[in-house]
């Protein structure tokens, strides 16, 4: 966050001096609070919850004051609040005034207001559930001001501050929506489905068909199934909240299985079956369409034991013309779901790695289907080699026994030429 970072509990973040009267009073000229300067000015002291609920009612004049002074101001209005007896009375109302665009700080305003309210959150014990209803006032603030990237590196502590709070669910799941709004309001999509997915799992027993355990599984849905990133639906699925959708939103759970494992003709099945009923639900016609073409083709990669696809089986099952095989091939090799090669002068997509957008007993009997090719293909790779070897020992072995019959000849030729030149020798000294 920009001027602000989010930690553990700092007591000594402010430096304020002086008694709660004195301070109450400067704050209340300040903020010209005639109620709570009324309250201040009588002989018998006024309660001091009664003194700060003033001085919080009125602090929504802090938007007005000079840039230069706002800082100050708003920190000695927290310092006051947190004298409270019971700040969680007083804090929603003060972070949601400290919240409020600065008037005469248009450029800084967004980064001195999100100071405020990041000093409240860390005055706070770390173990303080109040900090989970400022922390809401501040997510709330980062959506108006999309200031999402301040949030992003304190996301993965966000489970154990919601454990050590230990608040109830329900306050637990609108912080998770809420995540997810200020995710989505920067385009980070799919931030915002994974904590729309963690707002879900919040759900147990009968809640799991309540009306808001619905609304959020559809909106869920309806993300998953648009995203141009996401493709596997697997744990989408798995969820109860979902789960329950095929009795109070069948179409969109027909929908949900379609996608997570069917293929093109399923889905214009599903359109002749429900027509008009996409475009009546403000669904992108173009973008499912486009969707369930990758997916089929995915599935078309990972159910072809020879890891070999035929040109024809493509234009078939994803209803294309043979020419835009190219675009298609490049299409779902960007999208994770294949990898591979287009061989255009065998006709073939050749699968190098695909993923499975299921894996259950039929995705298990293809992968069976696979290995017992493999097993085969590679016996016969072993018998070649084997024949291979055993011609290659016999061919050394004639080899051999070839040297062996040339060098007996040679020896036997050397005996008897020896044998000729000594019958020479002797004839020659008898004459002599």
Same mark, same amino acid.
């Given at each position: 966050m920009p001027g602000a970072t989010i930690n553990g509990p700092q007591p000594q973040l402010l430096f304020v001096d002086g008694s709660f009267e004195d301070l109450s009073r400067e704050m209340a000229e300040y903020l010209k609070s005639d109620e709570a300067k009324q309250l201040l000015s009588e002989e018998k002291a006024a309660p001091k919850e009664e003194v700060l609920s003033k001085l919080v009612a009125a602090?929504?004049?802090?938007?007005?004051?000079?840039?230069?002074?706002?800082?100050?101001?708003?920190?000695?209005?927290?310092?006051?609040?947190?004298?409270?007896?019971?700040?969680?009375?007083?804090? +929603?109302?003060?972070? @949601?005034?400290?919240?409020?665009?600065?008037?005469? @700080?248009?450029?800084?305003?967004?980064?001195?207001? *999100?100071?405020?309210?990041?000093?409240?959150?860390?005055? *706070?014990?770390?173990?303080?559930?109040?900090?989970?209803?400022?922390?809401? !006032?501040? *997510?709330?603030?980062?959506?108006?001001?999309?200031?999402?990237?301040?949030?992003?590196?304190?996301l993965d502590k966000l489970p154990e501050w919601i454990v050590s709070w230990g608040i109830d669910t329900a306050l637990e799941r609108k912080i998770y929506e809420e995540v997810a709004e200020v995710a989505l309001e920067s385009g980070e999509e799919t931030i915002a489905y994974e904590f729309i997915l963690k707002a879900l799992r919040t759900f147990d027993g009968e809640g799991t068909s309540s009306e808001e355990a619905q609304r959020l599984s559809l909106r869920a849905l309806k993300m998953a199934i648009l995203s141009n990133t996401h493709f596997l639906f697997?744990?989408?699925?798995?969820?109860?909240?979902?789960?329950?959708?095929?009795?109070?939103? +069948?179409?969109?759970?027909?929908?949900?299985?379609?996608?997570?494992?069917?293929? *093109?003709?399923?889905?214009?099945?599903?359109?002749?079956?429900?027509?008009?009923?996409?475009? !009546?639900?403000?669904?992108?016609?173009?973008?499912?369409?486009?969707?369930?073409?990758?997916?089929?083709?995915?599935?078309?990669?990972?159910?072809? +034991?020879?890891?070999?696809?035929?040109?024809?089986?493509?234009?078939?099952?994803?209803?294309? +013309?043979q020419e835009e095989i190219e675009t298609w091939a490049i299409d779902v090799i960007r999208a994770g779901l294949v990898e591979g090669k287009l061989s255009q002068q065998r006709q073939m997509f050749l699968v190098h790695k695909v993923t499975y957008r299921v894996f259950g007993q039929k995705q298990y009997q293809e992968l069976a289907t696979r290995v017992d090719h493999w097993r085969s293909t590679l016996q016969n790779v072993l018998v070649v080699l084997q024949q291979e070897q055993a011609n290659a020992k016999a061919a050394k072995a004639r080899e051999a026994q070839e040297l062996e019959r040339k060098l007996a000849n040679v020896n036997v030729g050397g005996q008897e030429g020896g044998r000729r030149r000594q019958q020479q020798r002797e004839r020659t000294d008898n004459d002599d």
């Open positions: 602090s929504s004049a802090l938007s007005t004051v000079p840039e230069k002074e706002f800082t100050a101001a708003s920190n000695l209005m927290i310092h006051l609040a947190m004298q409270s007896s019971d700040p969680k009375k007083l804090l +929603p109302t003060l972070c @949601s005034n400290l919240a409020k665009p600065l008037i005469n @700080s248009p450029v800084h305003g967004a980064a001195l207001a *999100l100071n405020a309210l990041v000093t409240v959150f860390n005055l *706070l014990e770390s173990n303080d559930p109040v900090r989970a209803r400022v922390l809401m !006032e501040i *997510l709330k603030f980062l959506k108006v001001h999309g200031l999402f990237d301040g949030l992003r590196t304190y697997q744990d989408l699925r798995a969820i109860p909240t979902v789960q329950a959708l095929s009795d109070s939103q +069948p179409v969109y759970s027909q929908l949900l299985d379609i996608f997570a494992e069917q293929d *093109l003709e399923d889905y214009n099945d599903f359109n002749d079956e429900h027509k008009g009923w996409v475009e !009546e639900q403000k669904l992108d016609a173009e973008k499912l369409h486009r969707k369930m073409r990758l997916l089929t083709f995915a599935s078309l990669a990972a159910t072809t +034991p020879s890891r070999e696809v035929e040109y024809a089986k493509i234009t078939k099952a994803l209803q294309i +013309p």
